[in-house]
């Protein structure tokens, strides 16, 4: 037993030891814990939303003062008129509108019925969905008390209008997020593998010595990926055209020319995890592991971010999909032009020269 006591506590020494692998035992089950508790949810809470109040009675405050005290919805604004509302949807800050007619209150102490409408952001069909079941359940909860308090039977009707996706269809939300998670996965992973492939093969020597700069190199192995996520990019709009029936409403070249900078900031990003990697199978799994679940989780393809605590909110900012994915969500489903995609496309353009600046920095032009 001593030889064998001996041999577990060289082991115990060998993990305590082995940086990457406490990071692996300790680490990735802290992240995916929070990521997986705190972004996982069906329930949508801080959803941003204004308001149309033309009778501003009574009834209309109170039901006001409802939506305002629970945890789902943030009044961005009491809009003027109904003309504004389109303005509001297309900012991309609000996912729901609430109309209250004029006479609300009166029409229901006369004729025992008003109505309300119910506009929503129908491009995450999911979301407006949940979001307008929320309004009606507060609405008819109100018209409960009102109706014990009058002892008549009022009766509030709620007309709902679902924008951009009338019919909730699920392909305008998950193809411009397999959009964003594809050409980053592809361009990260196989950019990073081609550059580490050639230090595994003892090839990158010969590649630094010959009359080529650096630089050129490692453009050189980037260009080709370039090309070919375009290519990919053209078969997946062509399927979302033909074969989803998901029509492109905004711009084709303005799409393009985002989604080509899109595809340079994933490549940089590679470029970047490739100085770092020694291995092909490492680069792999920093790759997948490290680009994946923050793709998944962090871009709003599939969770909501305003259900997020603000920590994550914050680290979101991080991740190129999620700005690439309103983009996407702007000019092929609302077709809004580029005066309302820039700050979006802005960040994109600093995070590819801050990728390419620390890729340059870390790249070693002697090997080891």
Known sequence: MKEFLAFITKEFAHVFRD????????GVPIVQIILFGFALTNEIKDSNIVIVDNAKDIATQQIITKIASTDYFKI?????SADEIDKAFKSGDIKLAIVFPVNFYTDLLHTNKAQVQIIADASDPNTATTL?????????DYQSQLSETMQTPEQIITNTRMLYNPDL????NFVPGVIAMVMLLVCVMMTSISIVREKELGTMEVLLV?????????????????????????????????????P??????????????YIITSLALGLLVSTGAKTQQGAMTLSLVGMM????????????????????RFISNAVPAKWYYII?????????????????????????????????????????
């Open 19 to 26: 940086r990457k692998t406490l990071l692996m035992l300790f």
């Open 76 to 80: 961005k604004g009491n809009l003027a």
């Open 132 to 140: 307008t079941e929320y309004v009606k359940g507060i609405i008819a």
């Open 169 to 172: 269809k699920g392909a305008p």
């Open 210 to 246: 010959s009359p080529f700069k650096p630089i050129l190199v490692i453009l050189a192995k980037a260009v080709p990926y370039l090309v070919v996520s375009l290519l990919n990019l053209t078969v997946i709009l062509l399927l979302s055209v033909y074969l989803l029936d998901l």
């Open 248 to 261: 492109i409403k905004g711009n084709l070249l303005l799409l393009y020319s985002v989604s080509t900078l």
């Open 293 to 312: 679940l923050p793709t998944m989780m962090l871009s709003g393809y599939i969770y909501p971010i305003e259900n997020m605590p603000w920590i994550l």
């Open 328 to 368: 996407v969500k702007a000019v092929m489903l609302k077709g809004l032009s580029f005066s309302f995609i820039w700050r979006e496309t802005l960040i994109l353009f600093g995070m590819t020269l801050v990728f390419l600046f620390l890729s340059m920095r870390n790249f070693k032009i002697r090997l080891e």
